[in-house]
C-alpha cells in the first residue's frame, strides 16, 4: 500500500525554536508534496506545497525541504509561535490536480512560551 | 464564505443503527470528496463526487458504505449497520475543480466524529 511514513508523533518546541516535522514515502509516482495545518476542531487546511522539480520552499516562516533520491521532505517552522500549535500533516499525491492524497499520521506541534 | 459545512460535528450510534453525516461544500464548489480518519492514522481517501455522479469510489469499503450528492442539498455519506470499527472521524472536502493544469487545492471542513458504542 502507498504509504507516507511522518515522524515525530508529538513535538514540543521553545517558543522562537524551530520545529522540523519529517516524512518518507515509498512511491516514486509522488509528484506534489502537501502539508496541512490543522487547530483543535478545525478541518486541516494546506499550510504550503512543494513538487519534486525543486529542492526547497519557503514561505514566510515556513519552510519545505526535500530531498528526492531520499525519497524524504521535511517542514521546518522558523521562530515557532504559541499560534502554530497544532496537528501538522505532510501527504503526498501523484500530480497536483489530484484529489487522492495520501496523508501522514500527523505531528502534535505544542510551542511552549 | 461559510466554507464547508459538516454536520452533524459529532454523532453517537449503536452498533447496528444507520449513520448519516452531512456535507455542503464551499460556495462555487461542484467536487465533494470525503476522507476519514482512523484513530491515530492519517486521512484516507473514500469517495469523490460530483453533483447526481459519483467519479470514485475506489476508497469505499465494498459494504455498508454510500455516498450521494444530489442536485439539490447536501453531500452525504451514509454508514449501515455501524460497527464499532466504524468510530473515526469523517472529513469533507471540496475543490473549485478538478483538472491535471494547477493544483486541486481541497478545503476541508471541520468533520464529523463518529462513535459507535
Known amino acids: 500500500q502507498q504509504q507516507v511514513k511522518q515522524s515525530p508523533q508529538s513535538l514540543i518546541v521553545q517558543k522562537g525554536g524551530i520545529s522540523i516535522i519529517n516524512c518518507a514515502y515509498e512511491n516514486t509516482a509522488f509528484d506534489y508534496f502537501p502539508w496541512y495545518q490543522q487547530f483543535p476542531g478545525k478541518g486541516p487546511a494546506l499550510l504550503i506545497a512543494i513538487r519534486p522539480d525543486v529542492s526547497e520552499k519557503k514561505e514566510g516562516r515556513f519552510t519545505i525541504s526535500f530531498n528526492k533520491s531520499a525519497k524524504q521532505f521535511s517542514l521546518h517552522i522558523m521562530d515557532s509561535q504559541p499560534g502554530d500549535s497544532a496537528t501538522y500533516f505532510c501527504a503526498a499525491s501523484m500530480g497536483a490536480g489530484s484529489y487522492q492524497l495520501t496523508f501522514g499520521k500527523g505531528t502534535k506541534l505544542s510551542v511552549i512560551p | 464564505n461559510a466554507g464547508v459545512m459538516q454536520n452533524p460535528r459529532h454523532l453517537v450510534r449503536r452498533r447496528g443503527q444507520e449513520a448519516r453525516l452531512r456535507c455542503s461544500p464551499m460556495?462555487?464548489?461542484?467536487?465533494v470528496y470525503w476522507y476519514r480518519q482512523l484513530p491515530e492514522e492519517g486521512l484516507k481517501f473514500m469517495v469523490y463526487l460530483q453533483k447526481e455522479n459519483i467519479i470514485d469510489e475506489s476508497g469505499m469499503p465494498k459494504e455498508r458504505f454510500s455516498a450521494e450528492f444530489p442536485k439539490e442539498g447536501p453531500s452525504i455519506l451514509r454508514i449501515q449497520q455501524v460497527v464499532r470499527g466504524d468510530s473515526a472521524a469523517y472529513f469533507c472536502?471540496?475543490?473549485?475543480?478538478?483538472?491535471?493544469?494547477?493544483?486541486?487545492?481541497?478545503?476541508f471542513g471541520a468533520g464529523s466524529r463518529l462513535t459507535v458504542l
Open positions: 460556495k462555487g464548489h461542484s467536487h
Open positions: 472536502a471540496s475543490s473549485q475543480r478538478q483538472g491535471p493544469a494547477g493544483a486541486n487545492v481541497l478545503t
